[in-house]
């Protein structure tokens, strides 16, 4: 009787080329992450179990949060999306107000993601480190009192320009603290509501299913 | 672990070899890393997008319709008043006429609060509704939510998401509150 022989395979696995893989995968997703900046205003967004995501484009956040050196008072800031319109933001606004910025400083500006200042001091802010910018505490905040209401203005302005280089509408998201109470968040929506943007986001964190 | 012994037997003859270092490198470790590092980014990526509450408001408008006021049906209505600490107030119908088991009461939020009376509600409506002659489909409870001065942002979002968990057919944020309200929501 012919013996079958069991041929002894190694069990060892090449693993090169899963290895190789697997590190190509890696560096995608690393490289395709966007990293957390960080933020000038902390705010701590209330939770919902809302599962809609903001729009990545197009969006403008308008940031409501405790201001850090006064007591009782809010800060707000402001910040858009995308670097072509933030720099024509900044160009409309410094028409606005009989500012003139440098070309340097519109490319600054364009990275900023969301800043607090009015807008006299922003070239203050723009020359300065991102790191040191972003110190909670900071910056201020941006004037939205009845006398002199820029933010009213950035909101406008970031409209226009949207619909100048995107041809579309702005998206608004109000990124509140949960702790501010309503008037203070009524405040920016009824501005918002002034320019009939009668739809908006409110940025909400994420809580769990059996809330 | 998977990489067996290859290497040959024990030398045999006391001859000094210069041992041969295996060549192969057990990747396994590096392999089982690599994925879980793509796992956390692929998770991290898509996760941290932060969420959005949709809310749209009527439109102010200054220009006058001509729309006339229209009536609504005093049964459908349920008043939220969100006043300070956390706390809820709310009734069924008119304050000075509340419906059967609509009298103004305290209430909290979450699942054993307001959400109760929401969901009690919603059906007892949406079948009254349906029973009353001249009603259109889809007619159902309306909720007027006001907010108080002393009410937080939060509150607004707990009021707004408890409206999409028990699917509130209509609901509005009206800031305009009757003397009669002031009242109640400020009593302790």
């Known amino acids: 009787m012919a013996k079958i022989k069991m041929s002894k395979k190694s069990t060892s696995i090449d693993m090169t080329a899963m290895c190789d893989v697997a590190f190509l995968l890696l560096t995608f997703f690393i490289l395709t992450a966007t990293a957390k900046q960080q933020e000038p205003l902390p705010v701590d967004t209330p939770s919902s179990t809302v599962k809609t995501k903001l729009p990545e484009t197009d969006l403008a956040t308008i940031t409501i949060g405790k201001d850090v050196n006064a007591k009782d008072s809010i800060s707000i800031f402001f910040g858009v999306t995308g670097r072509d319109v933030r720099k024509r933001t900044l160009e409309l606004m410094a028409q606005k107000y009989k500012l003139s910025f440098s070309e340097e400083e519109m490319e600054q500006f364009a990275l900023i993601e969301s800043f607090g200042v009015p807008v006299q001091n922003l070239s203050q802010i723009i020359a300065m480190k991102s790191s040191d910018r972003n110190k909670p505490g900071f910056q201020p905040g941006i004037p939205a009192d009845s006398t002199d209401n820029q933010l009213k203005e950035w909101i406008y302005n970031a409209r226009i320009a949207t619909s100048e280089i995107a041809d579309k509408d702005l998206n608004f998201a109000i990124k509140g603290d949960a702790k501010q109470e309503y008037p203070s968040v009524k405040k920016v929506m009824d501005m918002l509501q002034d320019q009939k943007v009668n739809q908006f986001d409110l940025v909400t964190g994420l809580r769990g299913k059996d809330y | ?188």
């Open chain 2, 1 to 188: 672990m998977a990489e067996l012994n290859t290497e040959s037997g024990g030398d045999k003859g006391g001859k000094v070899r210069s041992k041969k270092s295996n060549a192969k490198v057990d990747l396994t470790a590096m392999v089982d890393l690599a994925f879980l590092l793509i796992t956390f980014f692929m998770l991290t990526t898509s996760l941290s997008k932060p969420q959005a509450m949709n809310l749209g408001l009527p439109d102010k408008g200054d220009e006058k319709t001509d729309e006339k006021d229209i009536k609504v049906d005093q049964k459908r209505t349920m008043t939220i008043l969100l006043g300070d600490d956390n706390k809820i107030k709310w009734f069924h119908g008119l304050l000075e006429a509340p419906e059967p088991n609509g009298k103004p009461t305290d209430a909290t939020y979450g699942k054993n609060g307001i959400r109760k009376e929401l969901v009690k509600r919603v059906k007892s409506v949406a079948e009254y509704c349906a029973s009353k002659q001249g009603s259109k489909p889809g007619d159902g409870l309306i909720v007027i939510i006001k907010p108080s001065k002393k009410s937080t942002y939060r509150n607004i979002v707990d009021i707004l998401d408890e409206m999409a968990i028990t699917d509130v057919p209509t609901y509005a944020i009206v800031n305009d509150f009757t003397p009669e309200e002031k009242k109640l929501i400020e009593e302790k």
